[in-house]
Nanobody, 121 residues
Framework: QVQLVETGGGLVQAGGSLRLSCAAS????????MGWFRQAPGKDREFVAV????????YITEPVKGRFDISRDNSKNTVYLQMNSLKPEDTAVYYC??????????????WGQGTQVTVSS
């Protein structure tokens, strides 16, 4: 069982930056790949980024590539999403998830409660 808690969301102006954190409970954090997803109002949840168990491999979705970065610190049981050059279309609830490496939501077994990111124009 893994419990995930996201923090770091908020309101930011377009062009600004935010760093989301996701803290995991338990001693098995390093056995899971970690992903970030987001869901905008009226839209389906979409994949944002994933990082492998060791942190060596990452994959970031094209719309945010070059602006967002995913990293993890297994000693702190935490995964991060650094978001730069934010755009109004990045506004969404951001979720972290633990599971297998990939971009499909079905690969992830555990989910956090989400944190709201709002980007004003």
């Amino acid at each position: 069982q893994v419990q995930l808690v996201e923090t770091g969301g908020g309101l930011v102006q377009a062009g600004g930056s935010l760093r989301l954190s996701c803290a995991a409970s338990g001693r098995t954090f390093s056995t899971y790949s970690m992903g970030w997803f987001r869901q905008a109002p009226g839209k389906d949840r979409e994949f944002v980024a994933v990082i492998s168990r060791s942190g060596v491999a990452t994959y970031i979705t094209e719309p945010v590539k070059g602006r967002f970065d995913i990293s993890r610190d297994n000693s702190k049981n935490t995964v991060y999403l650094q978001m730069n050059s934010l755009k109004p279309e990045d506004t969404a609830v951001y979720y972290c998830a633990a599971g297998d490496y990939g971009h499909e939501a079905s690969r992830f077994e555990y989910w956090g409660q989400g944190t709201q990111v709002t980007v004003s124009s």
